[in-house]
């Protein structure tokens, strides 16, 4: 079969012709029909997040059809429309065991430790593959699985719920799927924090209230605008210790920030003022969980979180169009999504 595949760090990605892959009896053969290039993809490429085994398939957003079902696979047939979730997890350990799988013992993520979607077929363990209703589009159930996966998480562990106010620190693919589900899920005022002109322009568009946070400390001017009080829920998206401060900074009193950005940056936070005394809580976001993706897929069928057309680009399975477009990931600007859909 045709993958593109990253064979040398810091270098293009190559094609590749390398045998379909032979399935184990709780695995699914997928024929990939999209396949999402992530940031995340273009960091492997560069050698910024750790890869150990070379050559490999890149490709964790990923849906298709099943080519090949596994004897104990019971909920999948073939020909079944399928999306997957990235994390393979052991299903044993004290983790898996509390559906906590992002920190199993022995997990792995598709596309970084074992073979992704950048090829025709892809090979998952049937609990990773769930079923894609007919009213979404492969390329929308691929892309939904990372970035609008986590804004849920992100979502659940900050407890959110309907009526509350949230600040979205960072209007990337991220902030785009967390207003969406913040409305799903009725939120109150809704605030974009961003310093892109572009983003804030596309967040007052989206009916958002737009801070600028180039022009005054964002925490402040949400205070301001909330007449003193701070937003129920701040979701840090950006990865950066001085927009994690002012995600808890602006907070209301039993207010909750969700961190989701990645820095190896020191936070520092005045223990009385700005957490003690308002009860607020300051929590880690790592990935999702098997068990949200049914309420994504429905919040997907139900058009509550939409990724319209101009918001997604299509390029072949060819090396040369997938490396241009992981080349242009670093210094987009809008919500537009390029998804790889395998010419036959
Ligand atoms: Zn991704
Ligand atoms: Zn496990």
Known sequence: MRAVRLVQLRKPLEKADISIPRIGSS???????????CHSDAHYRAG????????LTLGHEVAGRVEEVGSDVTHLFVGDRVCVHYLVHCGNCEFCVRGLEQFCRSGEMIGKHRDGGYAEFIKVPGANAFPLPDEIKFEVGAIMMCSSATALHALNKARFKAGESIAIFGFGGLGFSALQLARALDCGDVYIVEINPAKLASAASMEAIAID??????????????????????LELIGSAK????????????????LVGLTAESMSVHPYTEVINK??????VSDHLATEIPALIEFVRSE???????????????????NT???????SVDHVRTVIVPLK
Not at 309 to 319: F, I, K, Q
Not at 325 to 331: F, K, P, R, V
């Open 243 to 258: 927009t994690m401060r002012q995600a808890a900074l602006c907070l209301a009193p039993l207010g909750r920030a969700a």
């Open 27 to 37: 695995d699914v053969l997928i024929r990939v029909a999209a396949a999402g290039i």
């Open 48 to 55: 910024i997040s750790k890869i150990d085994r070379l050559p």
């Open 304 to 322: 509550k979180l939409q990724f319209p057309p101009e918001t997604l680009r299509v390029v072949d399975l060819d090396a040369v169009q997938i």
């Open 213 to 234: 946070a180039r022009s005054r400390d964002p925490a402040e001017q949400i205070k301001e605008a909330t007449g003193g009080k701070g937003v129920d829920v701040a």
């Open 279 to 284: 009860e607020a809580e300051m929590i880690g």
């Open 325 to 331: 477009a992981l080349n242009a990931l670093e210094d």
